[in-house]
């Protein structure tokens, strides 16, 4: 295709030139269509141009039609006299059609072929006449020849495949008809036809495609009408949502029964109200009042959730709308859509619930308690009035999870929030957050917390919390006693932070709980240097061993009858260059929490065992076990390794332990001590008489020796004696379980000689020897071997 033919606008989709000449096209649908609006504009253009024709042909032949033989001309004049009857015919015989017009592919090219034969008919007719004219009347003939060229070309003009048959026929038969060496046998009459055709053809052609394209798109609006007719028929009574009309006011001027029946009114009752006058503004608030600003700037708005209130219910809607002008571009309203999104909003204030809530007890989760926490510093550090934080713990309620189950303890915890919300409710005016931060830990924010409202809120809980809670069918016990500790402190005279603050109460609340629990407690400066001095403390002893700062003392165990050292107990010591050395009653808890215990204990084994292998052979060697290494599976492992390691005989090994082991009854620690008992190892219960002392733990392990705790000793003076009676019943004990018995604390000639004549059968004091370094305790006892 040339530029000259390509079309001034762009393709429409679907639409090429194929189709524009009649080919590709389907035998109905829209192309049936199309065919029938192109022969209904011919049928339209007939009756004018075929009448123009007629005169003109009439005229031709009464000038020129005696300088040709009639039988030259009967032919053509037939052809074109029977399809000018035809035609008139169809004319004639038309109906009124009240819709579109079809026409399928035949009837389309009949008529298509029909022109192309009027075309032919006609120029063998001027072929016929125009050798035998003169000059000026082959000129005439040219014109006449171009006046029916253009009468049946524009007649057609939105059937470009005619238009193309009816200009190559006459114009062919016009070059042919004049002959050689004639006045129009020349390159500028040839140059103008030639012109003339192709401008007709490019008309015809843009024609016809302008003509397509205008159907196409009036068939795709109308489709797209006809869906947009079928969603609003079915819009409402199917779905959610309803339609709104408003006036330049804001006025309904168009209800729907779909809005009429979610507003709960009668349509005619809501025709030419306000739409704001449905709304709640008090409830709505900024959303209220965007909508109200969007309908005095007419401006498009777009899902605002605005309240609707109606009767004792409160419902929200969803409203967008979008301005709409008349055909001169005035403001004439709004037109949108509304719908109800109440339960999806219910749903969303139930998702913030559950994240600001704890689902258990109703109480302030962590989030919302850590949002009323930086308000509250925040305003005690502006108004300068003071604001309490508190924490309270709850002191047995593990004991509760175990004993009774979980749904006990879930009912505990409710009443727990109950009871803290009555205090709270009768002591502060308002404003407070209580809150669960997660398991038994609670916390209390106060606004305006004074020292003296704070510390008797906080004597009140603890008060409370002691008292029984029923437990009911839940933990079919009837009730629980579990107390509670609670720690505080105040912003911003112990604090001006929300994260200082924090560590301020939970400060006071680890210094009741080390204090025994069941108590309030203040914070006080001096806490946070003692926790800074432990973390310190924390830190050397995890450096410490690394350090080489560890050290092991001996001291020496006798036997009562011939004062013969029959071993040594391995006492640690911490040498640390600021503080010199620290006792073990300082730094052993401080491993044991932290977990130290366990690689310091290790090494412990490893270098009693070291210093053991250059002792004579019925010289033994105790170690004390915390009940956090007796906790470690691999135990057993490590003192078999080093047994292997130092090549010595386990019967040399004793580990010293305490009562305290056995009061959780842990199979864990039961499974460890089977162990270490095949390993072949003795045990020794340490500070046996004090605290927790029951037959039955003697049974719980393969103990060969009692220690007889160094209070006992202290206090006995003579036989008989409450000290001394004591003394005598532990050594019968031992000695019906095949025990032996170790009197500590044995510091004067008289105390021996006491714990000989009640049946000790060993004794360990600084009579014989204070703990002394590992290189002076060997000396010693390979000296005494040697005498």
Avoid at 13 to 23: E, F, P
Wanted: neutral net charge.
């Amino acid at each position: 295709m040339t530029a000259m033919l390509k079309p001034p606008v762009q393709m429409v989709r679907d639409l090429g030139w194929r189709q524009v000449l009649g080919l590709d096209q389907a035998d109905d649908g829209f192309w049936a269509e199309v065919r029938g609006q192109q022969l209904a504009q011919l049928a339209r253009n007939v009756p004018f141009n075929l009448s123009l024709l007629t005169v003109n042909l009439v005229a031709v032949l009464a000038v020129f039609g005696r300088s040709v033989p009639f039988t030259g001309l009967a032919p053509w004049l037939c052809g074109i006299a029977v399809l000018a009857g035809l035609w008139s015919l169809r004319i004639v015989r038309r109906r009124p059609q009240t819709g579109r017009r079809r026409a399928g592919r035949l009837e389309f090219w009949r008529v298509t072929a029909e022109i192309g034969a009027l075309a032919t008919f006609w120029a063998g007719m001027v072929h016929a006449l125009a050798p035998s004219q003169s000059a000026e009347g082959q000129s005439v003939l040219l014109l006449f020849s171009l006046v029916g060229l253009g009468a049946v070309t524009s007649a057609a003009a939105t059937m470009p495949v005619a238009v193309l048959l009816v200009c190559c026929a006459i114009t062919i038969s016009m070059v042919l008809a004049f002959p050689a060496g004639t006045a129009l046998d020349h390159p500028l009459v040839l140059l103008g036809l030639a012109s003339f055709v192709a401008i007709k053809l490019r008309s015809a052609l843009v024609t016809t495609y302008h003509t397509m394209a205008r159907l196409k798109s009036e068939a795709d609006l109308s489709e797209q009408g006809e869906v947009v007719r079928l969603l609003l028929n079915e819009y409402e009574p199917n779905g959610s949502d309803w339609l709104l009309e408003l006036d330049g006011r804001g006025c309904l001027t168009h209800v729907t029964t779909r809005f009429a029946d979610v507003a709960r009114r009668r349509r005619a009752d809501m025709l030419g109200q306000p739409l704001l006058a449905l709304l709640d503004p008090v409830q709505g608030g900024a959303t209220t009042a965007a909508l109200a600003h969007a309908l005095r700037e007419r401006e498009a708005f777009r899902d605002l959730v605005v309240p609707v209130p109606l009767g004792r219910d409160l419902r929200w809607w969803a409203l967008s709308g979008t301005p709409k002008q008349d055909a001169a571009g005035n403001f004439t309203g709004f037109r949108g859509v509304g719908r109800d999104v109440t339960e999806v909003r219910r749903s969303q204030e139930r998702i913030a619930q559950l994240a600001r809530f704890d689902p258990l007890t109703g109480l302030a989760n962590r989030s919302l308690f850590r949002e009323s926490l930086d308000d509250l510093v925040e305003t005690a550090a502006l108004s300068g009035r003071p604001a309490a934080l508190l924490f309270v713990d709850l002191d047995r309620f593990k004991a509760v999870n175990d004993c009774f189950g979980h749904a006990a303890g879930d009912l505990l915890l409710r009443q727990v929030a109950q009871r803290l919300a009555a205090l709270v409710k009768a002591q502060v005016k308002g404003g407070a957050t209580i809150a669960r931060l997660g398991g038994d830990e609670f916390a209390i924010v106060l606004p305006d917390g004074s020292g003296e409202r704070a510390e008797k809120l906080a004597q009140r809980i603890v008060k409370e919390m002691a008292r029984p809670f029923p437990l009911g069918d839940e933990g079919r016990a009837g009730a629980a006693v579990v107390g509670a500790s609670v720690g505080w402190a105040l912003a911003p005279f112990d604090a001006d932070s929300p994260e200082d603050l924090l560590r301020c109460a939970d400060l006071a609340l680890y210094r009741v709980k080390e204090q025994g629990r069941g108590a309030a407690c203040r914070f006080a400066p001096e806490m946070a240097q003692a926790v800074a001095e432990r973390r310190k403390l924390e830190a050397d002893l995890a450096a410490a061993l690394d350090r080489g700062q560890l050290r092991l003392l001996f001291q020496p165990v006798v036997d009562s009858e011939d004062e013969r050292i029959t071993g040594f107990e391995a006492l640690l010591r911490w040498h640390h260059p600021e503080l010199g050395v620290v006792s073990p009653l300082d730094f052993v808890p401080v491993a044991e929490e932290t977990g130290l215990i366990v690689p310091i204990g290790a090494w412990v084994i490893d270098e009693a065992l070291a210093w053991a292998t250059r002792w004579p052979a019925h010289v033994k060697v105790s170690v004390n076990l915390s009940a956090v290494q007796v906790e470690e599976a691999h135990l057993p492992d490590v003192i078999a390794a080093a047994l292997a390691r130092h090549q010595i005989g386990p019967e040399r090994l004793e580990l010293e332990i305490t009562e305290s082991l056995f009061l959780a009854e842990k199979p864990a620690v039961i499974e460890v001590l089977a162990r270490l008992t095949a390993v072949g190892v003795s045990f020794a219960l340490d500070d046996f008489g004090t605290g927790y002392s029951a037959l039955g733990t003697l049974q719980k392990a393969n103990f060969s020796r009692i220690k007889i705790d160094r209070s006992f000793v202290a206090r006995a003076s003579a036989m008989g004696d409450e000290a001394s009676a004591i003394i005598q019943a532990i050594v019968r004990l031992a000695a019906s379980l095949d025990m032996q018995t170790t009197a500590e604390g044995t510091e004067t000639r008289a105390a021996f000689e006491l714990c000989r004549q009640l049946g000790c059968t060993q004794v360990q004091g600084y009579l014989f020897g204070k703990p002394m370094p590992p290189e002076e305790a060997t000396r010693l006892v390979c000296e005494a071997a040697l005498t």
